[in-house]
């Protein structure tokens, strides 16, 4: 198995298509050991921003779309937006919004009525 980002044989991780690949905003990245340090440091920094003030409502799409986009904005030109492409993990790609709003409304009624302990 090879590290190259680009290599079709990667079973690995989901493999690229070529529009994701175009999205790719960094252009030294070629390994996936590449794009994993650059996503940690945006993930870093968005967990940074996360906890360090006050977050508004974190059971909201837009917060978390919000959040999505502080934790890959200097990696892909994607960053905070749903996806469109077809994975082979996860849903369709046209019901990701709406499964989105009913999980957050599931998990809101689950807090409201103490469903679950808070941990």
């Known amino acids: 198995m ?3 980002l680009f290599d079709e ?3 690995a991780n989901t493999p ?3 529009a994701e690949r175009e999205g790719l905003i960094p252009t030294y990245i070629t390994t996936r ?3 994993n ?3 940690q440091e945006n993930i870093s920094e968005a967990d940074q ?6 977050r508004g409502d974190v059971l909201d799409a837009t917060f978390l779309l919000n959040l999505h986009r502080r934790m890959r904005r200097r990696v892909w030109r994607w960053a905070g937006k749903f996806r ?3 994975r082979n993990i996860g849903i369709a790609p046209h019901l990701i919004e709406v499964q989105l709003h009913q999980l957050l409304g599931d998990v809101r009624y689950w807090v409201e009525h103490e469903t679950y302990p808070p941990d």
């Open 2 to 4: 090879s590290d190259t």
């Open 9 to 11: 044989d990667d079973h």
């Open 16 to 18: 690229l298509t070529p």
């Open 33 to 35: 050991a590449e794009l």
């Open 37 to 39: 340090e650059a996503e």
């Open 49 to 54: 921003w996360a906890f360090s003030r006050r």
């Open 84 to 86: 469109t492409t077809e």
